[in-house]
């Protein structure tokens, strides 16, 4: 099955800056890998993703980046604020969506946002 | 808000016993799963459902066991062969195949 491997499990950034996030899959069929946030006791909310077909996609301060040849993906946040201060969860999943087997997950990493 | 609802929030269970958490979507969404959450594991998925009647095993199906009697519902239940349940159980449910996953708001179970 899929293994996904993200890190770092902890980032500590100064306010404004950016911070980045990677993640790496095993399986080559993958096609999508979206990322969720999560907030302390809340549930997952995604905020981006992207297909095999392309290779970065951003919204605003967020960006992903997708390499298939190397099999590992990224996200990028720019500007950062203490809002960003979450849980950030990468997955892959090879049905192009949770629709089919549902997505595997990395262990998270832990963004903090110093003032 | 979201249209996925979780119950309880809180659950405490005794030795040796059976409970069940509840996932019921107003969504119309045909496919639906139940994760388990562990500090620092990440999620990992127990059991998923893409049609009515029908279920299959995730990764960590063991102790566990679902029903998809209804589209809306998708109830979780943990035994007493789960030797280690504690945990944050959180239900997912998606359109279909291609389209993207949606969670309610978590279940925090423990052990007495």
């Known amino acids: 099955g899929e293994n996904v491997e993200q890190h770092p499990s902890t980032l500590s950034v100064q306010e404004g800056d950016s911070a980045v996030i990677k993640c790496t899959y095993s399986?080559?069929?993958?096609?999508?890998f979206p990322w969720y946030k999560q907030e302390l006791g809340k549930r997952p909310q995604l905020i981006i993703d992207?297909?095999?077909?392309?290779g970065e996609k951003k919204d605003q301060r967020i960006a992903v980046t997708l390499n298939k040849t190397a099999k590992h993906f990224s996200l990028h946040i720019t500007e950062t604020q203490p809002e960003d201060s979450a849980v950030y969860f990468c997955?892959?999943?090879?049905?192009?969506?949770?629709?089919?087997?549902?997505?595997?997950f990395g262990k998270g990493t832990h963004l903090i946002i110093q003032p | 808000d979201g249209g996925i609802t979780q119950s309880p929030k809180y659950l405490f269970r005794k030795e040796g016993q059976n409970v069940t958490l509840s996932c019921e979507q107003n969504?119309?969404?045909?496919?639906m799963y139940w994760y388990r959450q562990d500090p620092g594991q990440g999620l990992r998925l127990i059991y998923y459902?893409?049609?009515?009647?029908?279920?299959q095993k995730g990764d960590i199906a063991e102790g566990y066991s679902v029903s998809r009697e209804k589209k809306e519902s998708f109830p979780l239940t943990v035994t007493s062969a789960q030797k280690n349940p504690t945990a944050f159980y959180l239900c997912?449910?998606?359109?279909?195949?291609?389209?993207?996953?949606?969670f309610g708001s978590g279940t925090q179970l423990s052990v007495l």
């Open positions: 997955a892959a999943s090879m049905g192009s969506g949770g629709g089919a087997d549902g997505l595997t």
């Open positions: 399986d080559s069929a993958s096609n999508y």
């Open positions: 992207i297909r095999s077909n392309v």
């Open positions: 969504l119309n969404h045909d496919a």
């Open positions: 459902s893409q049609i009515v009647n029908d279920f």
């Open positions: 997912a449910s998606c359109l279909g195949y291609g389209e993207k996953l949606f």
